[in-house]
């Protein structure tokens, strides 16, 4: 079966770069398959699209993050991480990571609360 988790530091201080990685087992990362994504929610939001890594290494971003962001992947662990810089309280927001695969996200992490808070 087909498993994401989400992990790292569940506070981070503004100004400086929150930092997560998405463990994959039961598909590849480097699949044509999927596309390893990153999607958040803050308080009382809507989800988010973030970005994500092809399974060539393309990177895609949302246009409003894309200046503070980076994806990349570890294949040999078949897990993808994410890099927000200079975050502030507005960052704050539960994490997902995800696959997507013909136009749809079709497997999700259980997502991990992230707190921007000085």
């Known amino acids: 079966q087909v498993q994401l988790q989400e992990s790292g530091p569940g506070l981070v201080k503004p100004s400086q770069t929150l930092s997560l990685t998405c463990a994959v087992s039961?598909?590849?990362?480097?699949?044509?398959?999927?596309?390893a994504s990153w999607i958040r929610q803050p308080p009382g939001k809507g989800l988010e699209w973030v970005g994500l890594?092809?399974?060539?290494?393309?990177?895609y971003y949302s246009p409003s993050l894309k200046s503070r962001t980076s994806i990349s992947r570890d294949t040999s662990k078949n897990q993808f991480s994410l890099q927000l810089n200079s975050v502030t309280p507005e960052d704050t927001a539960v994490y997902y990571c995800?696959?997507?695969?013909?136009?749809?996200?079709?497997?999700w992490g259980q997502g991990t609360q992230v707190t921007v808070s000085s």
């Open positions: 039961g598909a590849s990362i480097t699949s044509s398959n999927y596309a």
């Open positions: 890594i092809a399974y060539d290494g393309s990177t």
């Open positions: 995800a696959l997507r695969s013909w136009s749809t996200f079709r497997y």
